[in-house]
């Protein structure tokens, strides 16, 4: 494991050199180093910025503008994300009317002192959000720039993910805290405006200084560069850190190919370190409260055996250090650590703690835009939590399914009249209802789904593949698509279409069973009907079809499954040897809604007939699935 860790970390830290021949001529990527200075008065909840940062433009678009977001801007009364929260059917509880109540002192603000690039000073506009900044020299194709910034911030009071003194008593929770270059990718620039929702951020490297009271215990993305001066539980064993006469410390952390950095700083903080290897470390970070204080101690060694069994299934953690550190709002995601609410009970604390950690496999390495594809990072991840959480349960060994409550948190929206589809930007859905339910639930059924369609070794195999192909880079919905295409031989475009750009349910059903001589002839159909109550058009997706039968061979009882791909699949999955017999059958065109399946088995000795028992289609209503003779 050491040496496949170090090689890892090494492909890492050389990605950002060679973004250009990985992602192949269309796929280029930019790269971005910051060093940040950043000092806190504590009393004001105010900071005094630098920033340098060298920016590389490996695009082939010679570029005369560059954005940054200002996320601080959004906790203003009268802000887009006031404006938004006040004005959705159903804003979430933690923001509401809240920006708008803030004073002066309470709000979040960044204000720019003075901006150059190379030197030269430029022309920049504050639009809320974004700080729209032409440049004084064009970044040609191939070229690197340094902008350098000095900027005065205020922490808002933490109502949103990041800031000052949260609803469990934590000083600070600084996610989203500093002035971030707006990704610029093949789509173009990514300048959206904060209104709560997800990120879209640059490949870089990050050196960070944080200067604090001697008193505040931090954690942070990136690793501590001087454990043994700044001591609160960073210190090699054996050392012990000098800090008397000292009013402030500075801390200093190193990030290598990373696309954000995030800190939480207490003056109350234990600090628990927990060795997960050769080479890496767990740090917990939560305030010092018995309510909850033992809980954080028992989750350690779960998060110890959730890590060693999440590389073995999703791939290997190619960094030195991850940091659970208690803030925030619920739980968030960065790189190599997380924000979350510590005052749980002992399962909402270890299932927030798996959610967060897997975020780190699908969306802090593979770095998906997360405002266009919501679903890849909130539904690989929550597919990956249900797994992770059932292992540590005990409950894979029992052969219950994990993604129950995913299937029906879809169905609920599938049936509610608001589901948008998935492919709608996530800062534009009508509702938090259809936002939240789309990207966990559907985007979770999406990648179990496919595992009926090809199978589960295949998509074991296949999602392996899309870890080591695309860490470190920004894919789409069709570079996983492609992933699973070429390890199952199939064509699945049609899967991602439908269940992506559409809002078309499944329902299948047999319909007729009869006798054809020996044989037996099932009359399936896809049905499609109107809901009378919501108008809602159901069951208008196609997909390939699993036929169960069991049935009576002289005295004994067998079961055979009858798979039905469909045309435009232009292949079959291999059996998965969940039953003896496996049969393919001629294919379903997907233009016609009904299918005659022709049994080599007389009506008389069928037991039952079943489509899908694996429930791992998302059939909209399982109780037309099913045949049982009188």
Known sequence: MLKKKIASLAFGLLAGASLLAQTGPDRWQQAAKYYMEIDMDTKKHQFDGKQKLVYTNNSPDTLRKVFYHLYFNAFQPGSMMDERSRTLPDPDPRVGDRIAQLKPKETGY????????????????MAETILEVELAEPILPGASTTLEMEFKSQV??????????????????MSQWYPKLCEYDYQGWHANPYIGREFHGVWGDFDVKITLPVEYTVGATGYLQNPNEMGHGYEDV?????????KRLTWHFIAPNVHDFVWGADPDYIHDVVQLDDTTKIHFLYQDDEDYKATWKAVQPKMKKAFEYIEKRFGNYPYRQYSFIQGGDGGMEYPMATLITGNRAPSSLQGVMVHELM???????????????????????????????????????????????????????????????????????????????????????????????????VLKEAMLDYYYNWR????????????VEKRSGLELDWYREYWVNSTHTIDYAIDKVEKKGKKTLVQLQRLESTDKKTGIKNGRMPMPVDVVVK??????????CFHIPLAIMRGAKANENMYLEYNVMPDWRWTHTSYELELPIKQKDILSIEIDPSSRMADINRKNNTYKPD
């Open 551 to 560: 049935y009576m061979d002289g005295k004994e009882e067998k079961t055979a």
């Open 472 to 483: 470190f880079k920004h894919p789409n919905p069709n570079d996983f698509i492609r992933i």
């Open 110 to 125: 960044h204000k720019i002192k003075s901006l150059l690039q190379d030197g030269k000073k430029v022309n920049y506009e």
């Open 359 to 457: 975020h780190t496999w699908y969306q802090m390495l593979m770095g998906t835009n997360e405002a266009l594809y919501a679903w890849m990072d909130e539904g690989f991840t929550s597919y990956s939590t249900n797994i992770v959480t059932a292992y540590l349960d005990g409950q894979l060994k029992k052969g219950e399914n994990p993604h129950y409550y995913s299937y029906a948190g879809y169905k609920q929206l599938a049936k509610s009249g608001v589901e948008e589809p998935l492919s709608t930007h996530a800062d534009h859905f009508m509702s938090n209802a259809a936002y939240g339910a789309g990207s966990y639930n559907k985007g979770a059924v999406f990648v179990h789904q496919l595992e009926y369609i090809v199978g589960e070794k």
């Open 238 to 246: 054996g050392q012990r850190a000098d800090l008397k006469g000292k």
């Open 156 to 173: 808002p009071i933490q109502i949103r993910r990041s800031g000052r003194n949260s609803a469990e008593g934590i000083d600070y929770s």
